[in-house]
Each structure stands twice: as C-alpha cells, then as structure tokens.
C-alpha cells in the first residue's frame, strides 16, 4: 500500500465506501470472496487476470425497471428498461473515491466483451462477482441473478488493492417463489419457463420446492432477441447488397453515422433482451422494493414512524 493506506481501519473503509454507493443509488453492495472467484472462475477470466494485485472484489447493484417499463413491448424494454448503465457509472465513481480518499489502486471492472473470448463471452463475469458477493443469487431464468427485496437488478464491479472482509453469499435462494412452485407442480414449468418466447429455459423444482436443475439455451436466448439488435441487421444488410460499394455506404449512412457513435460511446444497446422471463417474475415484479414507486413509499413510511 502507499503511505496514504497505511493505517486504514479495513471495516471503518468498507463502510465509507457502501456509503458512497447507496448515496449515489445503489440498492445493495458486497464484497465477494477473492479465493472463491480465483477458484471459480476460468482462466483468463479471474479477477487476478484483470488486476495482478486485487485484493477485494466489490459488487454493487442497482435497481432495474420501473413499474412503467413492464408495460413496454419486448423491443423497446431493450432500450428503455436496462438500466445497467447507471450501475456502470456508480462503479467508476467508487473507484476513483477508493482512490481519492484512501491512496489505494483500484479499477471500474469493464463489462465488455473479450475480444478473445468470442461474441458472448465479457472479461468478467458480473454476476458471479454479485453471487458470492451475496447480493443475488441464480434463478430459474435464465440463470439471471434475483435479490428477495430488490428483485431484479443490474450490477457492476469494482476491484481493488484495499484489503476488505467478504460477504457471505445469500443463505436462502428467494427462486422459485412459492406461486412458481405451485405452477410447476401442476404443468411442469414455472411462469419464466411457460413464456419465454423462444422456449429456452427448462429445469426441475425438487421436492421441498427448491432449485435442482436449472437449464438455459443460450443459443436460442441470443437467435430471438437478435432480432431487437439494430447493429446485426445493418450489417446484414450491407453484407446481403449485391452491389458491395452500395453496402459499404449504407454503413456510412448518415443517419447510422449516429448508431456508430452511440455503440463507441458505450450509449444504447449492443446486444438485445426480451425480458418476457421477468415480466412474469413475481420476485423480479413484486418484490417489497422492487420498482421505484414501492421503494419510495416505504422510505416515506419509514420517514413519518421515525417522525413519529
């Protein structure tokens, strides 16, 4: 550590900084185990391969849509419901404010894709960082991670040389909710299975109404919601243009021109969802403070029995 570091108070740290991320929005934050993500994760995706010299992994996470949202068909969601942008955002302050007022090296964990690694494949994976974190765990949905207060949120990463105790992970798994159960003891699939428009979600709820296998295609998951992605179909159609000097001006189009700048600007999205899974989610849509309205009139309730 730096002379800055030296004598920092680890909990009195860890604090300050899930401080700094509920001030600015968060919903929830951990620290996930650093030997455990080492072990988990595979080559050249640990933690130690973006950061030699990690010491925590700390995950934040944000809320997801409104309650407005859910009304929105499945190709608008993909640009109006995520708000995973502002997750983003939140981890790139935390770690400048790491740095800032305790002298430490960390890092704003990017979400990208690996070059390397292939369409699909990001430098790191976000939600094993929330899961051992214990700020989600996995769902039947498409393995997406949901929180038993929050419901579904988007997270992000923040690494840094700080050394700070880990969380536990999530004692209780709040998926399958206990309506989910009840319809997959009638017809065999839970809601997220019955409506996913692509059919790629399937799994099997044991005998004391828990997870016991979970399966995702995610094949058939990226073939669907392709459809919502406006970068694949401009290319599309450039590649399909008999004539190759009319595709290439397409691309350069000027009205795509601003298409090109919002992907490098890391503004509008990349790669698409449909969001059926969570719109039938009773976890993700009706958690306690699962959308903004709910979680507002909990904190005036709170408010006024303090007043009181």
Known sequence: MTKVSEGIDPAAAKKAIF?????????????????????????????????????????????????????????????????????????????????????????????????????????????????????????????ILLHPEFGFMYYASVFTELELAPDAPMAENPCPAPSCVALYRSIGRTPCMKFCPAQCLSGEIDGEGRQKTMRYDMAKCAEFTQEYEAVPKILAEAVRDEVRSSGAQGLLDPDRKMLWYKVSAGSGAWFAQCFECMRVCPIATRAPEADPIRRTEAARRSATDKGG
């Open 19 to 143: 401080e700094y991320c509920r001030k600015r929005g968060a919903l929830a934050a951990g620290v996930a185990d650093l030997a455990a993500l080492e072990r988990i994760a595979p080559a050249g995706h640990r933690p130690s391969d973006l950061m030699p010299r990690v010491k925590s992994v700390i995950s934040v996470g944000v809320g997801g849509q409104t309650r407005g949202t859910w009304q929105m068909p499945a190709k608008a969601m993909a640009y109006s419901g995520s708000t995973e942008v502002r997750a983003y955002k939140l981890a790139y302050g935390c770690a400048f404010f790491i740095e800032q007022k305790f002298g430490v090296p960390s890092i704003y964990v990017p979400p990208d894709i690996d070059p390397e690694g292939g369409p699909r494949v990001p430098f790191q994976s976000l939600k094993l960082h929330a899961e051992v974190a214990g700020i989600g765990a996995r769902s039947l949905a498409g393995d």
